[in-house]
């Protein structure tokens, strides 16, 4: 098992771990634990499946009757469900355990497979999205904090990589097979598949072993003070936020988008992202640990906005090529090194708490990027939408000055 060391640090080196590596390289802590594969696969069976109804779901509920407005309301429900969720969840997460919320979530992804497959109105299919919002506050929220619990401190942002690089291998493959298996077999066949997916992903997790010790004493009881929210987090949150925000059209509008400009399969324009995203994972998280968290974070959000930048003037394959390689590139550096810095900001009893603070964030921004961003779209079109986008991705970066320039009492380990 594990364990971890409580390092006191001096204010003026924590306002600087943002920019400078919070502990020096040591290769021979183990990261690759039985624990680590088996969190990691998981998300590798969760990511494949959610990201096929990702890049399909717009396109069935235009098959349902809806329009574009209703499109990027179904795609925003889902973070604005785990929005609502997220403060409980993390202090369920802390104050209780780690591995019951992951199986909860787990099984919440399965379940909205099922109520989609009922579905034939867009009432309906919000439901689903609803009960899918259930899953993924509680999923993402307990298996990153039993992710920043099993991994080594010194490896945080490359574990943080490596974690993510699952889901972009869902990501790859999922976006295409889901436009494949809609069109050839139909969205029926697509919604068992993906309740399947989230099966295996809920057996999977119950062979990782819960690191966390059961906390011992009684917990302060929440309050609308100490359980929405932990503080220490809230820069982070903001860039989270953005990061949301320029994620939230992508996801939502992106195979409408692609359609309009005679893109057989907008699948693919994942598939190159989600590349780009694994490719980038592989040495960024190193990086952040070895150089600083700000040594990948800028570069990656100034790609975001240039890959959104250039969607208005993508009007063939290779366009869309360049813009989701950019994309994922930018995406891929910067997550994983936002979330070690998180991590780096808080105590370990406040991980889940932190971890919720961080996805109410990015949930808040996915919604005001799908919805808010979704009717801007719909009332003066694509081309205004995509370079607001952009500069929600750049506003992100007052984020990371904020966690520079405010020093926290203690580093996460």
């Known amino acids: ?57 717009p396109l069935y509920v235009l098959a349902l009757g809806g329009n574009q407005a209703d499109a990027g309301l ?168 953005c990061l949301g925000a320029s994620f939230g059209p992508v996801m939502a509008f992106i195979a409408i988008y692609a359609q309009s400009r005679g893109i057989a399969n907008p699948g693919f324009y994942f598939t190159v992202q989600a590349i780009a995203l694994l490719l980038t994972r592989t040495f960024a998280g190193r990086l952040a640990d070895r150089r600083g968290r700000a040594v990948v974070m800028v570069p990656g959000m100034l790609a975001i906005a240039l890959a959104l930048s250039l969607l208005p003037l993508a009007t063939d394959f290779p366009h869309f090529v360049v813009s989701g390689a950019l994309f994922g590139f930018g995406f891929g550096a910067t997550q994983p090194a936002t979330m070690a810095l998180l991590v780096d900001r808080v105590r370990p009893e406040q991980r889940g708490l932190a971890m919720s603070t961080y996805f109410t964030g990015f949930d808040g921004g996915i919604s005001l990027g799908s919805i808010g961003l979704g009717i801007v779209g719909q009332v003066w079109g694509f081309g205004v939408m995509w370079p607001l986008a952009a500069a929600c991705a750049l506003l992100g970066l007052l984020g990371l000055l904020a966690a520079q320039r405010r020093p926290v009492p203690s580093l996460g380990d």
Not at 7 to 16: F, G, Q, R
Not at 25 to 53: H, I, K, P, Y
Not at 127 to 151: C, E, P
């Open 74 to 241: 179904v795609s925003g429900a889902l973070a604005f469900t785990a929005l609502l969720l997220r403060p409980l969840v993390g202090w369920v997460t802390d104050a209780w355990r780690r591995r019951p919320l992951v199986l909860l979530g787990t099984a919440g992804y399965a379940l909205a497979s099922v109520v989609y497959l009922a579905s034939s109105s867009v009432p309906m299919l919000l439901f689903g999205r609803a009960v899918h919002g259930v899953g993924l506050s509680s999923y993402t929220t307990a298996s990153n904090a039993y992710l920043a619990d099993i991994s080594p401190p010194r490896r945080r942002a490359e574990a943080m990589g490596l974690f993510a690089a699952t889901m972009d291998v869902g990501l790859i493959v999922g976006p295409a097979v889901g436009v494949f298996i809609a069109a050839a077999l139909g969205f029926h066949r697509l919604f068992y598949f993906t309740a399947g997916l989230a099966t295996l992903a809920f057996l999977v997790s119950f062979l990782a072993r819960e690191r966390r010790p059961r906390p011992s004493g009684l917990r302060a009881p929440w309050t609308l003070r100490t359980g929405i929210v932990a503080f220490d987090a809230l820069p982070v949150a903001w860039t989270a936020l």
């Open 1 to 57: 098992m594990a364990t971890s060391s409580t390092e006191a640090t001096s204010s003026s080196d924590l306002a600087s771990s943002a920019s400078k590596a919070p502990y020096p390289a040591r290769s021979e802590e183990r990261l690759l634990t039985a624990d680590f594969v088996f969190a990691t696969l998981a998300n590798f069976f969760n990511a494949f499946g959610q990201q096929m109804l990702t890049a399909t779901l």
